[in-house]
């Protein structure tokens, strides 16, 4: 019995010691989980509790601005409203909830005093397009709506524009009634493909003596006449105008691109009393059909009636086969215009201040003005020249698409009237 006590005494102290003494071999502490894992579990343990059981909160219903209107076409999104959000002089954002238009889409201003087309220039993102405004945009204001037409500026064309004056936009300015036709065609066009131009060379005949002898044009070509201020530019167009529109056959449209309104209207007055145009119940047999966007319009403006002339020529040309004049007075404010909407739409400038675009906004119409197998367009352009320097960018860039050129020089002028009147 004593030894079993003892015993048992010697094993209560060992074990005594053994929970005294650290340990050699420690336990390796438990595993703490990895920030995702926490993340998981804390998933895992709301899922469960009652918080999550709860039913969601419904947001409140939103009144929309623009019930009633319908997408009819998912690519150019016709049909949409959207709303100005900005207005910077002739420079119109536009945010659309749905159905961004394209570039150079067409929109309409609704509910305004004049009809008012923006064409679009750039999407900013946020849904915000940026557009170029046809018209003034006096009275404009933030949330007015904005009509996404699905297409470019579209224009009427064919015989019922003969004996009229129009805009840009194809609205009669003559004080005459609409225009009645069926016809419309974009301003936007391509040019014609290289297998459907014609190359037969003929001389035009314009009855302007030193001309025809030294430097006849090409009918089906463009010429260019280059000039200063008050060299004779648009004396020499009414002239050829006289001369060739009213011995030639076919049909002439005439552009005015940022010209003075007083030479748009004494021209007007010449092609009645000549009978190039014909009022009243002979309107039908008028043969030129005029296109205006004047100095006194916004850039937008000026930048496109050119494009609008052209396409009426176009369709003369391509669904009637005829032989067409087209005279465009100045070329040069179609290329002035377009460098003061490059300016509003924060580009770059280029050299002496023109847009970095110039060559190709140049192109986009000189490519279009051509003969093709249907018919043919004999462009005569005026091109102001400034300071009398021909290296500007501006008349520089223009000879390269031109067939024949003349250059009204005003020291030969100074020299011609120092003679006549001394």
């Known amino acids: 019995m004593a030894t079993r006590r003892a015993i048992s005494s010697v094993l209560r102290t060992a074990s005594r010691i053994r929970a005294a003494s650290p340990s ?82 067409a929109l309409e201003v609704l509910d305004n005093s004049i009809r008012l087309v923006l064409e679009v220039a750039q999407h900013l993102g946020e849904n915000v397009v940026r557009t170029i405004a046809m018209d003034g945009t006096e009275g404009l204001v933030r949330g007015q709506r904005v009509l996404n037409t699905g ?42 493909a290289f297998v459907e131009q014609a190359t037969e060379q003929q001389i035009l005949v314009t009855g302007i003596k030193v001309v025809d002898l ?40 005439f552009a005015g691109v940022g010209e003075r309104t007083r030479e748009g209207n004494d021209l007007y007055r010449e092609m009645i009393e000549s ?40 369709h003369f040309r391509d669904a009637e086969g005829q032989d067409v004049l087209l005279f465009i007075d100045n070329i040069f404010r179609f290329t002035q215009a377009n460098s003061e909407v490059s300016a509003l739409l924060g580009r770059i400038p280029s050299a002496v201040g023109y847009q970095p675009t110039l060559a190709t906004d140049l192109g986009g119409l000189q490519e279009r003005i051509t003969t093709t197998k249907k018919g043919s367009i004999t462009s005569v352009q005026a091109i102001y020249v400034p300071a009398d320097d021909l290296t500007d960018p501006a008349p520089a860039t223009t000879f390269a698409h031109l067939d024949a050129t003349t250059v009204l020089s005003r020291q030969v002028a100074y020299l011609i009237f120092s003679c006549i009147f001394c």
């Open 151 to 192: 297409s470019p500026i579209t224009v009427p064309v064919g015989r019922a524009t003969l004996g009229r004056i129009i805009n840009v936009i194809g609205e009669p300015i003559d004080h005459k009634g609409d225009i009645k036709t069926n016809s419309y065609l974009p301003i936007h066009r391509e040019a014609p």
């Open 275 to 314: 009978g190039v145009i014909k009022l009243d119940d002979k309107q039908s047999e008028s043969k030129c059909a005029l296109v205006y966007g004047q100095m006194n319009e916004p850039p937008g403006a000026r930048a496109r009636v050119g494009l609008t002339g052209l396409t009426v020529a176009e």
């Open 24 to 105: 050699p071999c420690p336990r390796a502490p438990l595993h703490r989980p990895s920030p995702a894992g926490f993340l998981l579990n804390r998933a895992a343990a709301y899922s469960s509790s009652a918080a999550a059981q709860a039913a969601p909160v419904t947001p409140p219903p939103t009144s929309d601005k623009h019930t009633g209107t319908k997408i009819t076409d998912e690519f150019t999104g016709a049909g949409a409203v959207g709303e100005v959000c900005q207005v910077i002089g002739a420079v119109v954002d536009v945010r659309f909830d749905e159905g961004l238009p394209p570039i150079l889409t």
């Open 214 to 253: 030294l430097a006849p044009y090409q009918r089906g070509g463009k010429i260019g006449l280059f000039g200063g201020a008050g060299v004779g530019k648009t004396v020499l167009i009414m002239e050829l105008i006289n001369n060739v529109a009213k011995a030639h056959g076919g049909f002439s449209v």
